[in-house]
Nanobody, 126 residues
Framework: QVQLVESGGRLVQAGDSLTLSCAAS????????MGWFRQAPGKEREFVAA????????NYADSVKGRFTISRDNAKNTVYLQMNRLKSEDTAVYYC???????????????????WGQGTQVTVSS
């Protein structure tokens, strides 16, 4: 299995940019589709973005499309989430996810992802 560790979450101001990182270990990183979910207080966990094994295909939630960019560096076993023009409603714990199945980039339901990191807090102050 693969272990995922997120980093980069912090308190920022509305309109700021922030990049989250997720370092993977344990298995061949390039075999895994990767993604990000988030969960705000009192709300269900929601899909943010996903990227295919080679990084060719991406998938975004409508709420972040055009503001967030997911990318990966398979040589560094790391996936990133670049977040621009942050809003207060982006405040949440952000989770990195991974799955070895083909087509994982299309998984928008949290239950479909096999591997999860511990999460990193992003707080956007208005």
């Amino acid at each position: 299995q693969v272990q995922l560790v997120e980093s980069g979450g912090r308190l920022v101001q509305a309109g700021d940019s922030l990049t989250l990182s997720c370092a993977a270990s344990g298995r061949t990183f390039s075999n895994y589709g990767m993604g990000w979910f988030r969960q705000a207080p009192g709300k269900e966990r929601e899909f943010v973005a996903a990227i295919s094994r080679a990084g060719v295909m991406t998938n975004y939630a409508d709420s972040v499309k055009g503001r967030f960019t997911i990318s990966r560096d398979n040589a560094k076993n790391t996936v990133y989430l670049q977040m621009n023009r942050l809003k207060s409603e982006d405040t949440a714990v952000y989770y990195c996810v991974g799955d070895e199945r083909a087509g994982a980039v299309g998984f928008r339901e949290s239950i479909r992802w096999d591997y999860w990191g511990q999460g990193t807090q992003v707080t956007v102050s208005s």
